[in-house]
């Protein structure tokens, strides 16, 4: 394996190994998503944009000027709904089920690619969204007397607006849109925090969480493994990145397992294993044959 590649593996790695407890930590830091969002969203947010500025020193507007702004509030808008949905859905249904169902997104990018960029949808990604879709349907259908469904319904807001992203910046893949994350999490803040009445005194809202995962949340977790996930994608491939963040919906179940003894249930492990083994299969076709491609290319 060439060092480049081995350098875009190793940081597409670590960024789903830091990520792997922010579903725990949402969970430990209280009951209430909206103050939950409000915080992780503004501050996490302006964390993405300093650890980008490190990575890359021309400004903000250097970045982005290329792309169009129309592009830059789109991703930031879709953004700030999929932080919203991934915090609400956590806090409102099973974390397995949530990380399933958000393991969806490279696929539902696919369909949506076929939308907006007119690319053909394979067969292949038809067989996957069927067999896919059998295990979102035991998903749903074990939610029983409904109280979990608001939570899976944000989950799946959450992976459509996560593919509106991936399809948009799959159009610019030279350009770092690394502050459009760090934007649209503070657009998820904002909007949260008129939820709540800005809120965001120590004694009227950190009274009522914990802040202990709060700061990991901040500081670490949500804005490191973002920015390693952009940084990795200038060594490998969208689909090569794609498929090592399949990892983060197993990692992360079994984070809440062991700290919160919250057992996954037997549909569960059934349609998580359907799931990300069908999405890990057609990840590597998929990958398998753009190197084909690109090999038929130089030669």
């Known amino acids: 394996m060439p060092s ?15 990520l792997s407890p922010d579903a725990l ?13 409000a915080w992780r969203g503004t501050f996490g947010g302006c964390m ?30 879709l953004n700030g709904i999929s932080q919203i949905g991934f915090v609400y859905g956590v806090s409102h249904a099973s974390a397995a089920d949530v990380l399933v169902i958000i393991a969806f997104a490279p696929l539902v990018s696919a369909f949506l690619s076929a939308i907006f960029l007119g690319e053909r949808v ?17 998903l749903f259908g074990q939610s029983g007397s409904g109280n979990d469904l608001p939570g899976l319904l944000a989950a799946v807001t959450c992976a459509v607006s996560m593919a ?18 760090g934007f649209g999490n503070i657009f998820s803040g904002i909007v949260c925090a008129i939820a709540v009445g800005w809120t965001f005194s120590v004694q009227g809202s950190l009274g009522s969480l914990n802040w202990l995962p709060m700061v990991l949340m901040v500081m670490v977790v949500s804005p490191m493994s973002f920015v390693l996930f952009a940084l990795s994608l200038r060594y490998i491939s969208a689909a090569e990145t794609s498929l090592i963040l399949l ?17 996954p ?9 359907l799931v990300i083994s069908t999405l890990m299969v057609y990840s590597w076709l998929a990958l398998r044959d753009s190197r084909k491609q690109t090999t038929a290319l130089a030669s």
């Open 48 to 77: 993405v944009l300093l650890y980008n500025q490190l990575l890359d020193r021309r400004s903000i507007f250097e970045q982005l000027r290329v792309v169009g702004w129309q592009w830059v509030l789109a991703i930031t808008f």
């Open 247 to 263: 990892m983060e919906s197993v990692f992360g179940s079994i984070w809440v397992w062991m700290m919160l003894s919250e057992e």
């Open 4 to 18: 480049v590649a081995l350098k875009g593996y190793l940081l597409a790695l670590l960024g789903v190994l830091i």
């Open 164 to 181: 509106g992203v991936f399809v948009i910046m799959r159009g610019f893949p030279k350009q770092n849109l690394t502050s459009c994350i």
């Open 265 to 273: 249930s037997l549909q569960t492990l059934l349609a998580g294993t």
């Open 122 to 138: 394979s067969l292949r990604t038809w067989v996957a969204t069927g067999v896919c879709g059998v295990g979102l349907a035991i």
């Open 25 to 37: 930590l949402i969970r430990l830091a209280g009951d209430n998503p909206m103050l939950i969002s």
